[in-house]
């Protein structure tokens, strides 16, 4: 692919624009009366929102046969995995002010907070082994398997979502949808791959 | 011509090397212009942003009350009426305030019935001769933020005393104004209308229950609850109710929105209470709007020396 360094730049750019104007909106006071609480919501979102995107690429490439998009997945992923890092350094910071046993409470106490933080927890290793060094050191059938992990941390990254949600679901259900569709999109695949294996196996 | 033989072009025809790079650059602007825009208003609609407006009328000839609840500071009038929950207009509190606009609030009838010796349909002009009295009071939202409220009112109390409660009264029950005309909720909102609350009568009769009709010394906003709602400042806000149109005094525990909602996570008392956590979150701290970090929550908000005794004797972790 031409201009790849570029391109790897645009999508850099691209990713840091909500956090830049959230910033910039923040500066001005125009985040709302209660700007932490809107903070954490925008970048939990965030987090679900490249999670997702980065789930998508598979689907694109053999759908429409777009395959230089996997030269950015793993910055999809990364991304996903920064906007995490920042949620939650917010919410220790703001809600919980450093105090670290609270923290741990939190994590046992409340179901909801659980279930992010499991989420984040797999991204970790994840993220770590992103480099073409790691991948190489793994081995990539074993890199892919670990990487599967991915699918794990975008259905808890929902369940967070929905679960703090009072009542009005809407937009949880939607990035539940949407990962249900990414979901069933492998299914099918791996379906359609054993039938046509069973098939060549019957000749 | 040979494929091969660049010797022939003419010179003439080959785009110098400088207007290569300088058209190239050209189109990576477009790219870095077009992508970076179309990325910022993609959030943009989502994330409107607060309104750029100058503050209203209302708010900049209003002095801010220096009263202050035990030190506390007062919110101010933007955030107070442009963070609300209200879900007949809207489940986003950012956007309540433009969605209420242009409700209705006059004419305004609230009928006053049930076990009552004298029961009656008030104009809201009658209930504004009720008394209008400066209330600035906590106000704890069940989702752990809280502001510090400058009501107008009158204590709930005169109007009961009017209609006269007979003996068997018990309990009192509060209907808000639906119009679906007026009011379009999301329809995933998960909440059934029109919203119903209650209160035991010996809390409606505390001199601290009020029902509230002004802000900052004006007329409640619409966002706000206009033209009259309740404010019961030691339980969680949404006991509060909003556009009262219908008061009965019943023997019976009235049914309440969000208990019908989930009666897990809110019961019908819903008293403030940092020792009782909801299921999915802890309700031992707050958000006080205008601030940062999380300050702890007071039992009963704060006002436990005035109402404890309501609750003697009471198991208030079942009774939640």
Redesign the interface.
Known sequence: MKDLKFYKFILVVNGLVPLLLLAFDGSRGQLGANPIEFFLRATGVLTLLFLLVTLLVTPLRKGFGWNDLIKFRRMLGLFSFFYGCVHLITYSIFDKSLNVPGIVADVIQRPFIAVGMIAFIILVPLAITSTNGMVKRLGGKRWARLHRLTYVAAVLGVIHFWMIVKSDVFYPAIFGLALASLLLYRLYVILKTKSVQARAVGK | MGSDDYSKIDPKGITPESLYLNRRNFI?AG??AG??AA??LT??LF?P??S?EAPSETAETQPTPQITVAGEKV?SF??IT??NNY?EFS?G??AVAKKAAGFKTRPWKVEVGGLVGNPKTFDIEELLGFGQEERIYRFRCV?A?SMVIPWMGSPLRRLLDAVEPTPEAKYVAFQSAYDPRQMQS?F????DFPYVEGLRLDEAMHPLTILATGLYRKPIPNQNGAPIRLVVPWKYGFKSIKAITKITLTDTEPPTTWNI??SDEYGFYSNVNPNV?HP???QASE?R??E???RETLMFNGYGDEVAHLYEGMDLKKYF
């Open positions: 990576r790219i870095f992508t970076v990325t910022g959030y943009r994330n942003g607060t750029t919110n933007q955030d442009n963070y879900y489940t509190k950012t989702e933020w999301s995933s909102a998960g909440i909602a989930n956590d999915r979150w802890s958000r709007i205008g940062y970090g999380m």
